[in-house]
């Protein structure tokens, strides 16, 4: 999925490709949270991927709208 969203907005800046990014690191995030023994994740982490996440949905948002017009 993450390589798609890449290769389908990122690439062709549909949607700022930061949020490529963000997705990439999410994931990682998630990987060390389920199989890393000292995950070294701070509240201020999670505060940030938060914030990311609510960005991102709202600019998916405002894609959809424009392209369902």
Same mark, same amino acid.
């Given at each position: 999925?993450?390589g798609?969203?890449?290769?389908?907005?990122? @690439?062709? @800046?549909?949607?700022?490709? @930061?949020?490529?990014?963000?997705?990439?690191?999410?994931?990682?995030?998630?990987?060390?949270?389920?199989?890393?023994?000292?995950?070294?994740?701070?509240?201020?982490?999670?505060?940030d991927?938060?914030?990311?996440?609510?960005?991102?949905?709202?600019?998916? @948002?405002?894609?959809?709208?424009?392209?369902?017009?």
């Amino acid at each position: 999925m993450i390589g798609a969203y890449g290769k389908e907005f990122a @690439k062709t @800046k549909e949607l700022d490709p @930061k949020y490529h990014r963000i997705l990439r690191a999410g994931f990682d995030a998630r990987i060390s949270g389920d199989y890393d023994v000292d995950t070294d994740i701070s509240n201020q982490l999670v505060a940030d991927m938060i914030n990311d996440a609510k960005d991102f949905l709202n600019a998916a @948002k405002r894609y959809l709208k424009k392209s369902t017009i």
